[in-house]
């Protein structure tokens, strides 16, 4: 039994594909395929039921592949042994982001990161936050930026920063005329909200009480884009609720259209998730230590603030 035979099956069981697990494996699919039937010889046992599409894993299997799982995270931490000895910052960070979160963090992080880490190799990912868990269990991603808590099993979470909600409301609203609004102000009013999937949906419609969206005549309009939020608000009327960083890039006109909540103002806590078993932590420390220094000293307190559950 080899690490790579062990990687080759976990590649299968993440992409569901012989095919897909070589392209990700940098190896043809004979190659990875006779791998993997070497293994199965070696342990008289059916680690993949070859007759489903996409290909799954065998009862038995399951159990092989989650142990395999731990055995290749382990084996990792030699390397990271060894780097963690050396001063400079070398490797590759694979990152899994929110898409409400990454457009207002992460062009200042990443000029910051490849200027003071040049050995450093980002890739990184938009995903919801349901995509990003899923990813860190099965390995595809090192870490994730997402708002918390998730209190998801096996998933460690470090908080970094508390986002303030505020209200984008068409000149058109009868609420347009206030200074603050609260919760309450909004069950009558038209909200339009990211599509399912997003966290942020979630938080919106807890603050608001409600589930009524986007109720134009003949419309359900599906987006994953807080900018899309803001025009349709501009172009149709009714409101939406954004995160306090998205207000950098509003101009005048739009930032009169901006209302803040009355105390206690709502919030999402933004963290630096990782399995439980993370090794890359210089790594990880890194990456984290940059994203605080270009947040706002105010939304690194967590004090007098509502966090709103996802």
């Not at 963090?105 to 936050?129: F, G, H, N, R």
């Not at 942020?200 to 899309?228: A, W």
Request: charged share 25%; proline share 5%.
């Amino acid at each position: 039994m080899t690490l790579v035979q062990l990687e080759y099956i976990v590649a299968v069981d993440t992409y569901r594909s012989f095919v897909g697990a070589a392209e990700k494996c940098f190896v043809t699919q004979p190659t990875l395929s006779m791998q993997v039937q070497k293994l199965e010889e070696m342990l008289n046992v059916k680690i993949f039921d070859r007759s489903k599409q996409p290909v799954i894993p065998t009862e038995i299997g399951s159990q092989i592949i989650q142990q395999a799982r731990i055995v290749l995270q382990e084996s990792q931490k030699i390397k990271e042994i060894i780097n963690s000895q050396q001063q400079d910052i070398v490797g590759e960070l694979k990152v899994g982001i929110i898409p409400t979160v990454a457009p207002y963090l992460l062009p200042q992080v990443i000029a910051s990161m490849m200027e003071k880490y040049p050995d450093l190799k980002l890739l990184i990912w938009e995903y919801t936050t349901e995509d990003i868990i899923h990813h860190l269990k099965t390995g595809v991603l090192d870490c994730g930026i997402m708002a918390t808590p998730v209190n998801e099993p096996g998933i460690a979470e470090v908080p970094m920063y508390y986002e303030t909600f505020v209200t984008y409301i068409s000149k058109n609203s009868k609420l347009f005329k206030k200074k603050t609004i609260n919760s309450a102000d909004l069950e009558e009013e038209n909200i339009w909200l990211l599509n399912e999937g997003h966290c942020m949906r979630s938080q919106v419609l807890n603050i608001c009480r409600s589930t009524k969206d986007s109720r134009l005549q003949g419309l359900t309009y599906n987006t994953g884009s807080v900018e899309t939020l803001i025009r349709m608000v501009d172009m149709n009327n009714g409101a939406t609720l954004l995160p306090e960083l998205a207000l950098v890039d509003l101009n005048s006109k739009q930032l009169s259209k901006v209302r803040a909540f009355k105390d206690p103002e709502p919030v999402r806590e933004i963290s630096l998730v990782t399995h439980s078993n993370f090794i890359k932590k210089r790594m990880l420390n890194a990456f984290r230590e940059e994203i605080l220094a270009v947040i706002p000293k105010a939304m690194k307190q967590k004090k007098k603030k509502d966090i709103v559950g996802i």
